[in-house]
């Protein structure tokens, strides 16, 4: 059978990626399942001014009704980021019955890797990763096998808090999947910059970024984390997590969130302030190893 995949690029979006200008991804599972409203609007639209204020341009990515986007309006995020309106959460997976069956739905970091991997994007930042939930380890996130697969730098503070951040890291080690530490030699965890476990590479500065990530894709790499510390920390996190495992019925697709909400609910809801700042935080660091990674392939 001969398909078509619709898919809309935002001519902004391609324009730079035809000019080798930097482009930074967006993923937006976080506006819709991962943050209340209306942080989530504030965390996407935080986002998209970082990208912006260090010379790169924006490229969130969901699926709207069964059109694959990348580059969003303000309209459309907001339509995901409504409370209650069933925007499902979309993994790898998910994104051909999705398109085939006219769904709306909003992408997870792996799904929107995969997706920047489509269009010849390499650069795309979030909050935190998934990966090996705790005291469960057979739900690892799609999140891992993606970055096996697709050649994207995911910018992020490390895996949530949520999960089992050692077993997150060997998961990761085990893919072929490198993890930089940016300006830092233990792996962050989300709320708190440290978790103990060290990360593959450190890199302080863009430039250095850039010059490892070419690397990496020259040597036959795939996906690679850079992992950013938090600029403020939950010091409470620990506790806040062990209660909300303690109480969160969920499974599957829904225990990222249903675990962030409880956290939030314990945390009396500083983690989504510490939340809002370090998404906006990665995505300026993204677009800072964008513009290096533009300027080298210039000169
Ligand atoms: N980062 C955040 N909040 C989130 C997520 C990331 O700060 O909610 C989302 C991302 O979309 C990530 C997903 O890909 O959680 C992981 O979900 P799962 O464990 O079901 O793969
Ligand atoms: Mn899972």
């Not at 930074?24 to 599972?29: D, G, K, Q, R």
């Not at 989530?40 to 694959?68: C, F, H, K, W, Y």
Request: proline residues 6%.
């Amino acid at each position: 059978m001969r398909y078509e995949l619709p898919m809309r690029v935002a001519p902004e979006v391609s324009a730079a990626l035809e000019e080798q200008r930097p482009v930074v991804a967006l993923e937006t599972s976080i506006v819709a399942q991962g943050l209340p409203h209306p942080a989530n609007l504030e965390a996407a639209a935080a986002s998209e001014a970082a990208v912006r204020a260090r010379g790169a341009v924006p490229a969130t990515v969901a699926v709207v009704d069964g059109v694959l986007r990348v580059g969003l309006t303000v309209e459309e995020v907001e339509r995901l980021a409504r409370p209650r309106t069933g925007v499902r959460k979309l993994g790898s997976r998910d994104l051909g019955p999705a398109l085939a069956t006219g769904a709306t739905g909003a992408t997870t970091v792996a799904a929107t890797a995969r997706v920047a991997a489509l269009v010849g994007i390499r650069f795309l930042a979030t909050g935190g990763i998934g990966g090996v939930h705790r005291g469960r380890a057979i739900d690892q996130s799609a999140d891992l096998f993606e970055l096996a697969r697709s050649p994207v730098a995911v910018f992020c503070s490390g895996p949530k808090t949520v999960l089992d951040v050692a077993a997150t890291l060997e998961r990761l080690e085990s893919l072929c999947v490198p993890v930089l530490g940016y300006g830092c030699d233990e792996c962050p965890a989300f709320y708190v910059a440290r978790s103990g476990c060290p990360v593959s590479q450190r890199v302080d500065d863009p430039d250095t970024a850039a010059r490892v990530l070419a690397a990496v894709w020259a040597t036959g790499g795939a996906g690679v984390v850079v992992a950013v510390p938090p600029p403020e920390e939950l010091p409470e996190a620990e506790a806040a997590v062990r209660r909300a495992l303690a109480v969160t019925g969920a499974s599957g697709q829904a225990l990222t969130p249903a675990l962030l909400a409880e956290v939030e609910r314990h945390s009396r809801g500083r983690s989504v302030a510490v939340n809002l700042r370090l998404v906006a935080s990665n995505a300026a660091v993204a677009a800072e190893c964008a513009a290096a990674m533009a300027r080298g392939d210039a000169g």
